[in-house]
């Protein structure tokens, strides 16, 4: 079990498992309305705070197309980054674009995020990255299965305090490694059964003490 892992997840704890703040869109809500004309109604109706429950729970619903979950997600993903809507335009664009995420999908709800990654490694869309791709197989997974995010300060993080552990891995959240995301999974999943929390509560454990010790380094901003 990694030390520095399990006292950032009591410490998580201890001030009252708070959860991780909404993301603010409204500065780039033209944007998106502007790149997805035909998605209008719906962005206008997302919430202007947008948090990981409100992405869950529309990933989660038969009543939201495969085209509004991953807008959703990325919505929350880029908040307020002024490029996010150009970016996942150029995504959406693709051809293969609507059946790649049709099937990282269903593959996530059946509580296969490994598989979901693996096919989404093998049917590239031009411009989603691991770190965005993650997202969205994050928020179509149930929550008792593993499929935690994998973004560039949890990376960070990994490499400062969990190196040996992930010896013999590559560890990247530009590319795309089944072998690093099936091992990430598993080490997230060992450390939630330990500390009786859920995957995505673990990895928003990392996330909140990655985000304090890299934030400025790694240049994010954002929730």
């Keep these: 079990m990694n030390k520095q892992l399990l006292l950032n997840i009591q410490s998580w704890k201890d001030n009252g498992s ?63 980054r002024g490029y996010g809507a150009f970016r996942v335009s150029t995504m959406l664009a693709e051809e293969h674009a609507e059946r790649t995420l049709l099937q990282v999908s269903k593959l996530a709800n059946e509580s296969q995020p490994k ?30 299965a593993c499929a935690p995010i994998l973004d560039s300060l949890i990376i960070l993080w990994m490499k400062e305090f969990a190196r040996e552990e992930f010896s013999g891995v590559s560890l990247s959240s530009t590319t795309w490694n089944s072998k690093t995301y099936s091992a990430y999974c598993d080490w997230i999943g060992l450390h939630a059964e330990a500390t009786s929390c859920f995957p995505d509560e673990v990895e928003l454990a990392l996330f909140r003490d990655a985000e304090k010790r890299f934030a400025k380094a790694s240049g994010w901003s954002g929730k």
């Design 115 to 144: 598989e979901a990654y693996e096919f989404l490694k093998g049917n590239r869309i031009y411009n989603l990255g691991p770190s965005y791709g993650t997202k969205f197989i994050a928020f179509n997974t149930p929550r008792v």
């Design 18 to 80: 708070i959860a991780q703040d909404g993301a603010k869109w409204t500065s780039t809500e033209r944007n998106w309305v502007e790149a997805f004309p035909e998605h209008e109604a719906f962005l206008r109706k997302l919430p202007k705070m947008i948090d990981r429950v409100i992405v869950r729970e529309i990933c989660y619903s038969n009543a939201n197309s495969i085209i509004e979950k991953f807008l959703t997600t990325m919505v929350w993903g880029y908040s307020d």
